[in-house]
């Protein structure tokens, strides 16, 4: 059963930092890009960031850009979202997601992506 689980997350003052976690397990990604979502109460998902399946290719939110920073480890099959500076804004349900490479114009479509981790919580406080 191929899953993605994640960790990480909860709360924290503005201008902290959290570090979230998704492993990847049922088979390799490797060969996935692999992407970070979020949905606030009441929003739809919006994408946060992507790192293609080599870890070369990365692209962000102008919301996040500079402050957020994605990576993965292909040995662990595990990707990761580092946040820095947070904002009462980016309070949200934080997702991370798995799918085939695809071209530039589909790369922030949740549609893009197969796999979705089970969410978790992160809340910053003012």
């Known amino acids: 059963q191929v899953q993605l689980v994640q960790s990480g997350g909860g709360l924290v003052q503005a201008g902290g930092s959290l570090r979230l976690s998704c492993a990847a397990s049922?088979?390799?990604?490797?060969?996935?890009?692999m992407a970070w979502f979020r949905q606030a109460p009441g929003l739809e998902r919006e994408f946060v960031a992507r790192?293609?399946?080599?870890?070369?290719?990365?692209y962000y939110a102008d919301s996040v850009k500079g402050r957020f920073t994605i990576s993965r480890d292909n040995a662990k099959n595990t990707v990761y979202l580092q946040m820095n500076s947070l904002k009462p804004e980016d309070t949200a349900v934080y997702y991370c997601?798995?799918?085939?490479?695809?071209?530039?114009?589909?790369?922030?479509?949740?549609?893009?992506?197969?796999?979705w981790g089970q969410g978790t919580q992160v809340t910053v406080s003012s």
């Open positions: 997601a798995a799918g085939l490479p695809g071209p530039s114009g589909s790369w922030s479509l949740t549609a893009s992506y197969d796999y």
């Open positions: 049922g088979r390799t990604f490797s060969s996935d890009a």
């Open positions: 790192i293609s399946s080599s870890g070369i290719s990365k």
